[in-house]
């Protein structure tokens, strides 16, 4: 009563009013304060349906919020009585039912693959297990670690040792094989089944019986311990570690060649993925075990297939990677492009892209990280357009070079004054009305594909003599000569041929490079970084049987070495104190290239990171982009730029390429538009 007394009003209480209209008393609901100052079971009951100890009088239906207010997993609750996911309300502790489901996606890694509650829901699985094993009594512990002693042996188990082994997990198959390891120190890491054990000490004796024995327990022959047990293979294949590990995932980041045979599950696009976006083949190709590096090429070989998101990635549609642009109306200028980018065996994607449009400009631009997980790339790409453009406003009109020089110094110097680690190189093409201005820094690289027409010289066919027969000769006619075959040729026109082909044309494809490699030993560049006090060496390795010799500046004897000699960030080797910064062994400067636009030529240009250009040359790629679109018009698909720039991916991936690998595909052409919307691309330059 307290309650309504005040949500009336407590003047119309001590002094009421008559002319005052009276109001209905607001639903206690609408506030909790009054639930907790004078809580009303009366009122709480008839919210939920339940009866108070105190009143006998009928209720109301019990309300529930709308299913949709919960969109979020339940952080704590359990089923409906129907199955569904349900929450815990905080007013009355009483389940309510939500939408979500158990796959609902949960989290995003980003390395392209994404944590669902599903993998949470195991991983919690094996904390639960493990906590158990942890909290056993000291009996329980020994048992499970009797176990786990034989699968984590350094040495092969012999027969004898495997025997014993079976002897035990056959006492309680169940219990043992989803026993979880824990306090063995370097032994065995805690949250392993035993399977995991063995594969993470590659003991193939050890995984084939452990395999064997869930198998018998899953088709049950009618012995006791099989017919109730429920470690099955699949079930132990599937099982995740505290990492969301799977048996497969810590045999492949340990090397163990061996036991992955056995162990073997799901590849490509379906291979299993840890909680932070791995497949078996990410782990192993990122691991730091020397087992994993020395066997690299052969894991590879082993885990490899198309789609595995570690290494392909798991790109954004299509669509959502083209783009086009255009300048003030009027003007003409419209450009499409397409963007492609896969993390490749590096795992960790440190490439970033940039296309940004302003009225009469397009700026494109890749940049290739190093060592920063990425960190200097994405800032690059990020400021790179604002500063331009700044810069563009401070520099005599027309004067684009000079802007794009200022612009990557100015860029620079941000950069270090944010204390970013790392570095990166980027090339960038500014494309006017008139112009491609590309700037290059670094080993990053930029190429225009053209298309000229050529005639083919007729080719003169001789008449062929006619021969006389003998025999009594007939009086023929003679028909009337064409007045214009009769005609004599003018001085200075060429004698038309009797019997001459037709004139044919024909197409070929040029490449021309709009950029090039900022590489230590380049003459000009060795010199630069000789001049700073820095050196320039080779560094080889064998793959393969092929030997592979990389020129790097060195910074110290013994210490680190960089494969460019120009790059944004990279300050450890831009530290001489006598020198401009244009004279360090490691600059920013850009080097720039212009291209007058050709309306009748210019067809593509292609901006590509060196993972690119490591497997394939300028004219091997720009043969390739002509091709593939041709091909694609043919299947009149869509979006055709964003896909011929993941199959040049995909085939630089086939290649060998083991870097990341991002490149951008530009149509120069008056179908652009055509090629953004509907993938119709004719041979045509754009005309302004």
Request: hydrophobic fraction near 35%.
């Amino acid at each position: 009563m307290l309650a309504r007394w005040f949500e009336r009003g407590i003047g119309q209480i001590v002094a009421p009013d008559e002319t005052i209209a009276s109001r209905e008393p607001p639903e206690e609901a609408a506030s909790d304060f009054w639930a907790t100052v004078a809580p009303d079971p009366v009122w709480e009951a008839s919210q939920h349906g339940t009866r108070s100890t105190s009143v006998n009088a009928t209720t109301t239906p019990a309300k529930h919020p709308p299913a949709s207010a919960f969109l979020s997993p339940p952080a704590r609750g359990g089923t409906t009585p129907t199955g569904g996911s349900s929450v815990v309300c905080v007013h009355c502790n009483q389940l309510t039912p939500t939408k979500t489901g158990e796959d609902d996606l949960i989290a995003f890694d980003g390395l392209f693959s994404p944590v669902n509650a599903q993998l949470s829901k195991k991983v919690l699985t094996a904390a639960q297990y493990t906590a158990v094993t942890m909290t056993s009594p000291p009996k329980e512990q020994e048992r499970f670690n009797k176990v786990f002693r034989l699968v984590s042996s350094s040495k092969t188990l012999d027969p004898k040792m495997l025997g014993r082994l079976e002897k035990l997990l056959r006492k309680d198959l169940d219990g043992l094989l989803n026993a979880r390891s824990a306090h063995l120190g370097n032994l065995c890491p805690d949250g392993l089944t035993p399977l995991m054990a063995a594969a993470y000490h590659n003991q193939v004796g050890s995984v084939k019986l452990i395999l064997e024995l869930a198998a018998a327990a899953d088709s049950p022959d009618g012995s006791p311990t099989a017919a109730t047990s429920t470690a099955t293979a699949a079930q132990l294949t599937t099982d995740v570690d505290l990492q969301g590990r799977t048996a497969e995932h810590i045999a492949a980041e340990m090397g163990a060649v061996d036991v992955l045979p056995l162990l073997k599950g799901p590849q490509g696009q379906d291979a299993p993925v840890d909680l932070v976006g791995r497949t078996p083949l990410g782990r192993a190709v990122s691991s730091s075990h020397k087992a994993a590096q020395v066997n690299r090429s052969e894991l590879q070989k082993t885990l490899f297939s198309p789609g595995d998101k570690s290494i392909c990635g798991e790109p954004t549609p299509a669509k959502a990677r083209l783009g086009k642009s255009s300048s003030n109306i009027g003007s003409g200028i419209t450009v499409a492009y397409g963007m492609a980018e896969m993390p490749g065996f590096r795992i960790q994607m440190e490439d970033a892209t940039c296309c940004h449009s302003w009225p009469g400009h397009t700026l494109l631009g890749v940049c290739d990280g190093h060592g920063d997980q990425g960190r200097v790339s994405a800032y690059v790409a990020e400021h790179m357009p604002k500063i331009l453009r700044e810069q563009l406003g401070l520099v005599e009109e027309g004067d684009t070079a000079t802007a794009l020089e200022k612009a990557c110094l100015f860029l620079d110097n941000r950069l270090k004054s944010s204390g970013i680690k790392g570095g990166s190189t980027a090339v960038w093409a500014l494309i006017t009305d008139k112009s491609i201005i590309v700037a290059n820094v670094g080993d990053s690289r930029c190429i225009l594909v053209q298309q000229e027409e050529e005639e083919d010289e007729p080719e003169l066919v001789p008449e062929t003599p006619k021969v006389e027969e003998e025999g009594p000769v007939e009086e023929t006619k003679e028909e009337p000569k064409d007045a214009e075959d009769d005609k004599k040729p003018e001085d200075g026109e060429t004698p038309k041929a009797a019997n001459s082909a037709p004139t044919t044309k024909r197409t070929t494809t040029v490449v021309q490079a709009l950029s090039f490699d900022h590489k230590p030993d380049r003459t000009e560049e060795k010199a630069r970084v000789e001049k700073a006090g820095l050196s320039v060496v080779e560094e080889s390795f064998v793959e393969e049987g092929i030997k592979h010799v990389i020129p790097k500046v060195q910074l110290t004897e013994n210490g680190d070495r960089l494969a460019v000699s120009r790059a944004f960030g990279d300050f450890e080797y831009k530290t001489n104190p006598s020198l401009s910064s244009q004279e360090q062994a490691v600059i920013c400067m850009p080097e720039i290239e212009i291209h007058r636009r050709n309306a009748k030529k210019d067809i593509y240009l292609v901006l590509a990171c060196d993972g690119v250009w490591d497997v394939m040359e300028n004219d091997q790629v720009g043969k390739f982009v002509v091709d593939h679109v041709e091909d694609l018009v043919k299947q009149e698909a869509t979006d055709i730029l964003p896909q011929v720039g993941d199959a040049l991916l995909t085939e630089c991936l086939n290649r060998g390429s083991q870097d990341n690998m991002t490149a951008i595909v530009v149509a120069l052409s008056d179908a652009a538009e055509l090629v953004a919307n509907s993938g119709v691309l004719h041979g045509k330059a754009l005309s302004f």
